[in-house]
């Protein structure tokens, strides 16, 4: 059973950083591809970026530029670095993990991803 646990979350004025972490269970982060999702107030859970086994990445065409992905597999954690965060950026973000069927495909659909956290939130100000 994979289990994941996001942290890092909290309230920032516009222009602020935040970096988001996702611990993972047992071996989660060295056998599999992971991605952060969000899910802003009133709106559907939304891709944000995901990370592949081998290193290659995807982002959502909105926070290109402004929002890194990282892993750490020997610490078992994954990372969202946020910069120059907007007041759109509010929203509960969620670490997922792919199939170990596909961990050298980052993925970008909701479907792509089969294990989530319970999410952290985020709320940047103006």
């Known amino acids: 059973q994979v289990q994941l646990e996001e942290s890092g979350g909290g309230l920032v004025q516009a222009g602020d950083s935040l970096r988001l972490s996702c611990a993972a269970s047992?071996?989660?982060?060295?056998?599999?591809?992971m991605g952060w999702f969000r899910q802003a107030p009133g709106k559907e859970r939304a891709f944000v970026a995901a990370?592949?086994?081998?290193?290659?990445?995807n982002y959502a065409d909105s926070v290109k530029g402004r929002l890194t992905i990282s892993r750490d597999n020997a610490k078992n954690t994954m990372y969202l670095q946020m910069n120059s965060l907007k007041p759109e950026d509010t929203a509960v973000y969620y670490c997922?993990?792919?199939?170990?069927?596909?961990?050298?495909?980052?993925?970008?659909?909701?479907?792509?991803?089969?294990?989530w956290g319970q999410g952290t939130h985020v709320t940047v100000s103006s």
């Open positions: 997922a993990a792919r199939p170990f069927s596909f961990r050298y495909s980052p993925g970008g659909t909701e479907s792509d991803f089969d294990y």
């Open positions: 990370i592949a086994l081998s290193g290659g990445t």
């Open positions: 047992g071996r989660t982060l060295s056998s599999r591809s």
